[in-house]
């Protein structure tokens, strides 16, 4: 299964994006006791063995998962990938629901780069996060293929995979982050037919109690099975 966070921060409890990192560490804690094992994504397709596997992935690269979730994927030696909207990092815009310059900042490119040494993946999440599926073709294209020229120019590795803003995708704008030359691509609650440029993951929120989290992830289970066969 693939797990997607966005925030992990002790700031915001009301806020569905952020989830605490004692929250975020007891959920990961919860899997390895059980016997799920953390594989990179790209582990995930490589090795087509689906059953107890888990990916952790963050959308949109806000740099509290810099402050508080590496941490906790270096302690339990983690290999997430962190979907970074290009034109965000390494500057001073803030989304718009937030305030703080610094707490609600996005990455920094030397905090990406020191990521990258531990084993942290990076993909694309558009340029700008802008809805795909009501943008005219070419504009659509140069947020999928032109934020990963921009981002692997900044890191100096290529990028394999992508995810969609907002979830919004169809068969057309599936055919450009294909055409772009991606590996693979994520998606939110994905309920079609196996596709790797749809690659299904479950949300997980700050409002979610523990006990949402395992009903969770005991549907995740049965869904991955569904998809993968």
């Not at 508080?68 to 302690?75: E, G, L, M, W």
């Not at 309920?191 to 006990?211: C, E, M, Q, T, V």
Request: aromatic share 18%.
């Amino acid at each position: 299964m693939i797990l997607a966070y966005h925030r992990i921060n002790p700031w915001y409890p009301d806020d569905a994006l952020s989830v605490t990192p004692e929250m975020f560490e007891s959920q990961v804690k919860f899997l390895l006791d059980k016997g799920y094992k953390p594989v990179s994504l790209y582990q995930y397709i490589e090795e087509r063995s689906f059953t107890n596997r888990f990916c952790v992935t963050f959308d949109d690269g806000f740099a509290d998962n810099y402050f508080f979730a590496y941490p906790v994927i270096k302690k339990y030696n983690i290999r997430p990938t962190i979907f970074l909207i290009a034109h965000f990092i390494g500057t001073e815009k803030i989304y718009n629901k937030y305030k703080d310059k610094e707490k609600d900042r996005y990455l920094k490119w030397k905090e990406v780069q020191e990521m990258l040494r531990s084993n942290v993946d990076f993909g694309s999440h558009t340029l700008s996060h802008p809805d795909l599926t009501v943008l005219d073709r070419k504009h659509a294209w140069d947020e999928i293929f032109e934020s990963k020229k921009f981002i692997q120019k900044n890191i100096g590795r290529k990028i394999d995979f992508f995810c969609y803003p907002y979830g919004k995708q169809n068969k057309k704008i599936r055919d450009m982050v294909k055409n772009a030359g991606y590996t693979g691509a994520v998606v939110t609650n994905w309920k079609g037919d196996f596709d790797i440029y749809a690659l299904p993951r479950i949300g997980i929120y700050g409002h979610n109690s523990f006990f949402v989290f395992r009903v969770k992830i005991w549907r995740a289970k049965f869904l991955t099975k569904k998809f993968f066969s």
